[in-house]
C-alpha cells in the first residue's frame, strides 16, 4: 500500500460530512468505496442516484465494531459468528438477517443485510470517527458507474465522478478485488461472490463445507425440491450480476494457444475493422497474458501487451487498474488469457467472467 495517507483533519472532515447525510468515497483493502450513512435512506439514495445504480441492489454496509453487528444484523448462526472471528477485520462480507427499520435504503427493503468490517487503517479511521457521531455504519458499494471497472486508485474515483465528491485518497488499494460474499441466511455457509478469502480456507476455518450459488443449482434430484428452496429464499448481493466489471472495450477470454493463433493471424492480415483505424489508433486491441510466448511475438501496431501476473493474488491486484489502462489507451477489444481453474484464481475468474458479458443488466 502507498505510505501516504489522508490527515486526521481529512478523516474528520469526511466523518462528519457522512453525518451530515453527504457522500464520502474512501479506500478499503478491496476496492475504493462509495459511502454514506447506512441508517440515513435520503443518503443512501444519493449513491443509486450517481452511480446509475437500481434502488433494488442491496449495498454492502461497513462497520468498525461489534456493536455495529448488533445493530444492523439479528438470529446470527454460530458458523457465522465463526466467520467473523476468524477474518474480521478483513475482505469477507457476511450475509445476514436484518433488524427491522435499520439500513431500508442499504437493503434494498430486504430482510437480509450484508455486513463487512474492512482492515483498511483509513477505512477504519473513518468508521470509527463518523460511529462516534451517531453513524452505526456506512452503506459503500464500489465508487464506479454501475456495472463498470472498479477503482483501486483514488485517480480511478476522480475519472468516474469529478474532483466535486469528497474522496479519501490513500494510494492504490491492497487486494484490488472486491471481498467474499457468505450467505449466512439459509442454514447452511452459501459462496454467493469469490474473493481473496477463497472457498477451502472458509471451510478450513468452518470444519464444514462452504457450498457455491452453482453448487445448488447442479443439485439433482431427490435433492431437486432442497435446492429450489434454497433459491427461493436467496438474498440479492453485491456484485453478482452476469454482467459487471465491463470496460469500454470489449473483453474476450482466451487460453494461451488460442491467443498465440489469433495474434498470428493478425500480424499476417489485420481484420478490416482494424485496417482503418490502424493509423490514427495503433493500439486497438490490448493483450494480457501470463504466456511469454504470447509476448514473444512481433509487436504489430495494433496490439498492445501487458503481461499478466503468474500469482492470483498479484492478478487480483492488478486486474481493475489493468482494465482502466487499456480503456485509458483507447482499445477497441481488450484479450485476456483464461485464469486457471481452482479455488485460488477464482475470484478473478469471476471478475472477468463477468467483464466479458457485453451488456449491464439491471
Not at 55 to 82: K, M, R
Not at 160 to 174: H, I, V
Not at 187 to 208: F, H, K, M, V, Y
Request: with cysteine; net charge negative; glycine share 6%.
Amino acid at each position: 500500500m502507498t505510505s501516504f495517507s489522508p490527515s486526521v483533519a481529512d478523516i474528520q472532515n469526511a466523518a462528519r460530512a457522512l453525518h451530515r447525510g453527504e457522500l464520502v468515497a474512501f479506500p478499503t483493502e478491496t476496492v475504493y468505496g462509495l459511502g454514506a450513512d447506512a441508517d440515513q435512506d435520503a443518503a443512501v439514495e444519493q449513491i443509486f442516484k450517481l452511480k446509475g445504480r437500481p434502488n433494488n441492489h442491496p449495498l454492502i454496509v461497513h462497520i468498525s465494531s461489534a456493536q455495529g453487528v448488533e445493530h444492523y444484523a439479528q438470529d446470527i448462526p454460530d458458523f457465522a459468528q465463526t466467520l467473523m472471528e476468524r477474518f474480521w477485520p478483513g475482505a469477507l462480507t457476511l450475509i445476514l438477517h436484518k433488524r427491522a427499520n435499520v439500513a431500508q435504503a442499504a437493503s434494498a427493503q430486504s430482510h437480509t443485510i450484508g455486513l463487512r468490517w474492512p482492515s483498511h487503517p483509513v477505512a477504519l479511521a473513518l468508521l470509527e470517527t463518523a460511529r462516534a457521531l451517531g453513524v452505526h455504519g456506512v452503506a459503500a458499494p464500489s465508487a464506479n458507474r454501475f456495472g463498470r471497472v472498479s477503482p483501486t486508485r483514488a485517480g480511478h474515483v476522480r475519472d468516474e465522478f469529478g474532483a466535486t465528491l469528497s474522496l479519501l485518497d490513500a494510494g492504490d488499494c491492497d487486494i484490488g478485488i472486491e471481498s467474499t460474499i457468505v450467505d449466512c441466511t439459509r442454514g447452511e455457509p452459501i459462496l454467493l461472490r469469490p474473493g481473496l478469502i477463497d472457498q477451502s480456507t472458509l471451510q478450513e476455518a468452518l470444519n464444514r463445507p462452504v457450498l457455491r450459488q452453482d453448487d445448488l443449482l447442479a443439485m439433482s434430484r431427490p435433492e431437486g425440491a432442497h435446492t429450489r428452496a434454497f433459491e427461493a429464499t436467496a438474498p440479492k448481493a453485491s456484485g453478482t450480476l452476469a454482467s459487471h466489471y465491463a470496460p469500454r472495450a470489449r473483453v474476450k477470454l482466451m487460453d494461451s494457444t488460442s491467443m498465440l493463433l489469433e495474434i498470428e493471424r493478425l500480424g499476417r492480415k489485420p481484420p478490416p475493422e482494424l485496417t482503418g483505424l490502424s493509423r490514427e489508433s495503433p493500439q486497438t486491441i490490448g493483450v494480457w497474458s501470463r504466456d511469454r510466448a504470447v509476448h514473444a511475438l512481433p509487436h504489430a501496431p495494433h496490439l498492445v501487451f501487458k503481461a499478466m501476473p503468474a500469482l492470483p493474488q498479484d492478478c487480483a491486484h492488478a486486474l481493475f487498474a489493468t482494465l482502466r489502462d487499456f480503456d485509458a489507451l483507447g482499445v477497441s477489444q481488450i484479450w485476456v488469457e483464461s485464469p486457471p481453474s481452482g479455488v485460488l484464481w477464482a475470484g478473478v475468474a469471476d471478475r472477468l467472467n463477468r467483464a466479458s458479458h457485453t451488456e449491464i443488466q439491471p
